[in-house]
């Protein structure tokens, strides 16, 4: 017979989950929990994964939402464990992604006394949460629903903090009633799934702003592959007066969008950024990677700024005129009725800078030396159509922005708030959900950092990681500042790690390279099948990478 806790509390809050249709739950191990192990031990609906460090399971918990775009429940036991999830949490909030994070506790009783494994939990992530629900006083149901509800209907993180009094192991034979077997077939309310239309009226006032305007620039930040949004997209450079900018983890792509923003404009010089202008800014999809489109957007600021989100209005420029709080498909949907196309010779002016770059970048990346720069050339190429492509933060995502990678890729990054601590992580819980083949590209730094992320059972055979070992955090070699000061040593940490001893330990097939040679022969047959996940060590050399990298802007300008 299965069993069940004992604890009203735990069987509320997993029949909550079961409710809202949360299908995994990652636990991490711990005595105060008990009672919500049990009961997601016992769930026929639920799948629990175990992973026993809860700063990398709660990023492999952001990794499976990322990728399913559902929530994932996290379980923890009380004190520091549940502040280990902090950093998963704030990418969630800034990321847009749902995470229901349930945390036990000790009772109110027991705090601040001086009982072990004891910390001020109620609202403890109060700055970058959606929701938190303190249960263990009244309406306690229907606290823990409205924050499962949230989490579905807002895609984000929400808290649930459950005081648990001993005994916490004991158990009893699950009695199933009706209202449980019921549950799976209740639908959702339909409010969580519609979007309201934005007014038409409302709309035209700047759909005439639009159409009196010769020189509209299009900015798509990181976003989901979407089929819809594609072709909205390419409809809307249809018009030579729209200018479209995107980055790699916007995952769209024509020949007739600007893919390499920083490649395109850090060769400006002033009359040229003055050309550069929009007259009309529109923005969509998350944060942006390229600092030289802020900084530049920030100073030569268009007439009007927009930004198109369901939910959160960026005022990445400091220019924010305006919000349209629906989704960017529905917005083009509306938009396109009221806006006609405007005679200029603003995208095409553009596209041909961009086409002098694109033949530029190609002759140094041919002839430059083994480095950095050179290895993403190599290993952008090597990856299979249909991958889906993790990277992770500082040089990896820059680097990466310089390329042209294959349109049939997924491209994901935790840019929400660009940390190197979680990438791992991430990849691998992206790489648990996804039905497609994961690569993920890291540096050195970020995946010593999250080396924990490999003590996991759950990692598929299917899964490479190519890490880029160029012994220490090279961007700051290359960013203006560090290199001016005697404390370089603090800011690049250098180091003489291997992965080897890493993938013997958790049974990753190990693979190294030193040269460009060394890097083509491994990849070969580094996608091929094999029976456990596969890591490519690259070993670039520390003392040349920054500067053949400040070579090739250089040669951008000539």
């Known amino acids: 017979m299965p069993q069940q806790s004992k604890n009203k509390l735990a069987q509320l809050v997993v029949k909550s989950c079961e409710k809202f249709k949360i299908e995994k739950a990652v636990i991490s191990p711990g005595s105060r929990n008990a009672p919500l192990i049990i009961e997601l031990a016992n769930s026929k609906k639920i799948e629990a994964l175990s992973i026993v460090d809860e700063r990398s399971a709660a990023f492999f918990a952001l990794g499976i939402a990322q990728q399913t775009k ?152 990181a976003h989901y592959p979407d089929e819809l949004l594609q072709i909205q997209l390419e409809h809307l450079v249809k018009d030579p007066s729209v200018l479209v900018l995107i980055e790699n983890t916007a995952n769209v792509w024509n020949s007739k969008f600007i893919n390499s923003i920083d490649k395109l404009i850090f060769p400006f010089v002033e009359d040229e950024l003055e050309k550069f202008q929009p007259e009309i800014l529109l923005t969509l999809g998350g944060l942006i990677v390229s600092k030289k489109i802020k900084q530049h957007l920030r100073k030569y600021k268009p007439n009007h700024h927009w930004h198109v989100d369901s939910k959160t209005a960026l005022n990445t420029f400091l220019c924010l005129e305006h919000h349209f709080k629906v989704s960017p498909t529905l917005f083009f949907s509306q938009f396109f009725f009221l806006t006609k196309s405007t005679e200029s010779n603003y995208q095409r002016f553009w596209l041909h800078k961009k086409e002098i770059r694109l033949k530029k970048h190609q002759e140094f990346i041919d002839n430059c030396d083994f480095s950095d720069l050179k290895v993403f050339s190599q290993i952008l190429a090597s990856i299979p159509d249909d991958s889906q492509l993790q990277l992770s933060n500082s040089s990896i995502i820059r680097y990466s922005q310089l390329f042209d990678i294959n349109k049939t890729l997924s491209v994901f990054c935790n840019r929400g708030t660009s940390g190197i601590d979680g990438a791992t992580s991430t990849a691998v819980g992206a790489a648990f959900a996804s039905k497609s083949n994961t690569v993920f590209i890291t540096g050195d730094i970020s995946f010593f950092y999250d080396s924990n992320a490999l003590w996991n059972n759950y990692i598929p055979a299917s899964f490479r990681i190519i890490l880029i070992n160029n012994g220490g955090g090279g961007i700051f070699k290359f960013i203006p500042g560090p290199s001016t000061t005697n404390a370089l040593q603090y800011f690049e940490t250098p180091h003489d790690l291997t992965a ?25 047959t580094f996608y091929h099948y094999s029976e456990k996940p596969k890591l490519l060590e690259i070993q670039t050399p520390t003392e040349v990478n920054d500067k053949i990298l400040k070579a090739y802007f250089k040669n951008l300008k000539i």
């Open 70 to 221: 559902k929530p994932v429940a996290l379980v923890c036991t009380s004190g520091s464990a549940l502040l280990n999830y902090y950093p998963a949490i704030a990418e969630a909030f800034y990321s847009n992604i749902p995470l229901v994070v349930i945390s036990a506790d000790r009772p109110l009783h027991l705090i601040d006394i001086g009982d072990g494994q004891t910390i001020r939990q109620e609202n403890v992530y109060k700055n970058h949460i959606l929701f938190s629900a303190n249960l263990g006083y009244d309406k306690d149901k229907s606290h823990c629903e409205k924050a499962m509800e949230i989490a579905v209907k807002q895609n984000g993180p929400v808290h649930i903090n459950v005081p648990f009094d001993e005994p916490l192991y004991e158990t009893e034979q699950e009695i199933v009633k009706e209202e449980n077997i019921d549950i799976e077939s209740k639908k959702l309310p339909k409010s969580l799934l519609n979007e309201t239309p934005l007014n038409v009226n409302e709309l035209q006032k700047y759909a005439t702003i639009w159409n009196a305007s010769s020189k509209k620039m299009v900015i798509v930040g």
């Open 500 to 524: 080897e001893h890493l993938c013997k330990m958790f049974n990753f097939e190990y693979q190294v390279a030193s040269s460009e040679k060394e890097v083509q022969e491994n990849l070969v």
